[in-house]
């Protein structure tokens, strides 16, 4: 089983920056195939907001697109949201998600709110 933890969230202004970091521990041995964002904003449905696969492609919603860029240290284990130019409308709780040979696992989630 696959556990995440997200970090990073908080209160900023619009136009400022924030950088989400997802840890991913695993008690057995998990083939990765897919690590991702998402996020829930108020009284909305969860989005999709970036993803990254094996080969390091990337794709972004096209709301996020140019702002935010997903990364990974893998020597870390670890998963990156750099956020710039944030909006109000990027409000939301953010997840991280994995999915692996173990199936698809997501972290608690951190609340971002971008507000003046």
């Known amino acids: 089983q696959v556990q995440l933890v997200e970090s990073g969230g908080g209160l900023v202004q619009p136009g400022e920056s924030l950088r989400l970091s997802c840890e991913v521990t695993?008690?057995?041995?998990?083939?990765?195939?897919?690590m991702g964002w998402y996020r829930q904003g108020p009284a909305k449905q969860r989005e999709m907001v970036a993803l990254?696969?094996?080969?390091?492609?990337?794709h972004y919603s096209d709301s996020v697109k140019g702002r935010f860029t997903i990364s990974s240290d893998n020597a870390k284990n670890m998963v990156y949201l750099q956020m710039d130019r944030l909006k109000p409308e990027d409000t939301a709780v953010y997840f991280c998600?994995?999915?692996?040979?173990?199936?698809?696992?997501w972290g608690q989630g951190t609340q971002v709110t971008v507000s003046s």
């Open positions: 990254t696969g094996r080969t390091g492609v990337t």
């Open positions: 695993s008690e057995s041995v998990s083939r990765i195939y897919k």
């Open positions: 998600s994995v999915q692996s040979s173990s199936g698809d696992s």
